[in-house]
């Protein structure tokens, strides 16, 4: 009996040292280095189980074994836990390296910028080209309504999702800035104040110009005078894209429509574009000033002018500059 219980007792040991090696085998393998020999940016579908993954990294080479994988998740403790997405496996990632990185969904972080003035339907084509952007947009938003800016987003995220956040960024800066606006503006509303911030964003690239622009259109409502700016009878002619093909013609700014601010008094109905904050802040808090014109002045800036004769001499000198690049 005593030489059995020695025999089991040593057959034991041999199994719990052999047991222990695969262990520490197993472990070394998980931690060692993996075979991938550059960077590889994969997509996890949503709803894939830890065996659809651990064959889908094996397959495109980030781990070596599917089954070790499954180990390493196994021991991570939260198998179940890897996360959907779009993911960058680096450089001889090892195998825990990988599930840390899938159960804490390090996705990549895709970002989309909106240009200050664009349109709403230029937005929406920005969101329909972006990459990884899923879903429809319904009911399209209207004009005005969406904060120009830079949106990070993940792959699979949904196009309404984006756009929702940019309703709620305009919403919150007219609401901050409406608190603090100037005195005595001459309208009433937040509705009114971002149709003459969208005037501004499309009448000037220039960001110290706008406060100045932002005056003119100010005190033009003030004397009742008609706002008379080209990108409002764009915007009307080019059906919410805000540009057409050709210059406007003498006959486009004759033309009765909502938008031709030649010929209508005071605002259009809608915004033309997505002003940016600065232009908010410009037509909340307009420069002090007593000028009623501008005309380009040939640098990329606008020429100001308190009266017509003034003005008509910048215009002069506007039309020269256009017959010198012309003639060039």
Not at 122 to 141: C, N, S, T
Not at 224 to 244: A, E
Not at 292 to 298: I, K, P, T
């Amino acid at each position: 009996m005593i030489r059995f219980l020695a025999r089991l007792v040593a057959t034991l040991f041999g199994v719990g040292l052999a047991v222990a090696a695969a262990l520490t085998w197993m472990v070394a393998q998980i931690d060692q280095p993996g075979p991938l020999a550059e960077a590889k940016t994969l997509i996890i579908p949503k709803h894939s189980g830890v065996f659809d993954i651990a064959g889908q990294l094996a397959r495109q080479g980030v781990v070596s074994s599917e089954h070790l994988f499954l180990i390493a998740s196994q021991i991570a403790g939260q198998g179940a836990a890897l996360k959907a997405g779009e993911y960058v496996f680096p450089v001889g990632i090892s195998m825990r390296a990988a599930v840390e990185l899938l159960q804490l969904g390090k996705t990549v972080v895709h970002r989309l910028t909106v240009p200050e003035g664009f349109t709403t339907v230029q937005v929406l084509e920005l969101l329909e080209g972006a990459e990884g952007l899923y879903g429809d947009i319904d009911p399209k938003p209207g004009e005005g309504v969406l904060l120009p800016e830079t949106y990070h987003y993940s792959w699979g995220d949904n196009r309404q999702t984006v756009v929702d956040r940019m309703r709620a960024g305009m919403k919150k800066a007219i609401d901050e800035l409406w608190t603090r606006r100037a005195a005595s503006l001459p309208f009433k509303t937040k509705d009114e104040a971002v149709i003459l911030a969208s005037i501004v964003e499309r009448e000037t690239g220039v960001a110290g110009e706008r406060p100045r622009v932002a005056a003119v259109f100010i005190n033009r409502l003030r004397h009742g005078m008609k706002l008379q700016s080209d990108p409002t009878v764009t915007y009307g002619l080019s059906n919410g894209r805000g540009s057409i093909d050709r210059p406007l013609s003498k006959a486009d700014l004759a033309t009765r429509h909502p938008y031709n601010t030649y010929v209508i008094d005071g605002l259009p109905p809608s915004p033309i574009a997505n002003p940016g904050l600065a232009s908010l802040q410009a037509v909340l808090h307009p420069a002090d000033s007593d000028d009623l014109f501008f005309v380009a002045d040939g640098s990329g800036g606008h020429a100001f002018a308190k009266t017509l004769v003034e003005h008509n001499r910048n215009v002069a000198n506007w039309r020269k500059v256009e017959k010198g690049a012309a003639a060039d």
